[in-house]
């Protein structure tokens, strides 16, 4: 009862499911891409990320100095969950505008957006 009451917690936060959103339509995002398409703090993103984690619905993976992320889409406790939440919020607005900027985001040089960002600050 633990796992689920801190699964639903993690899920109850727009930011989070935008998150997952994304993460539904795409392999892995880079932690800079996630800032930007929710225009929050780089802090903000980790936190986010840690619940995700920390539940176990998101894995990550360091490369240089860059952190990707992907949902564990393998994972037998969350196959009917991300099936449902394809289906449920897979054609929302917001999700929808999301991924219209994930696809201006990806197209752009990711190195340079990285570099532009770490030069702005941690703010968005």
Known sequence: MRNTLSLFKA????NRLRVVAALLSTHEL??????ELLKITGAT???H???LINIGLVDSRKK??????????DQP????????LEQTIGNAVVV????AMLDDIGSCD?????????QSGSNP
């Open 49 to 51: 990320l840690a619940l």
């Open 96 to 99: 929808r505008a999301d991924l």
């Open 77 to 84: 406790d969350f196959k009917a969950l991300i099936l449902w």
């Open 11 to 14: 899920l109850s936060d727009q």
């Open 30 to 35: 880079c932690a800079c891409h996630i800032k």
């Open 110 to 118: 990711m190195i340079e957006r990285c570099r532009k960002q770490r």
């Open 45 to 47: 993103v980790s936190r």
């Open 64 to 73: 240089g100095r860059r952190v990707y992320y992907r949902l564990r889409k």
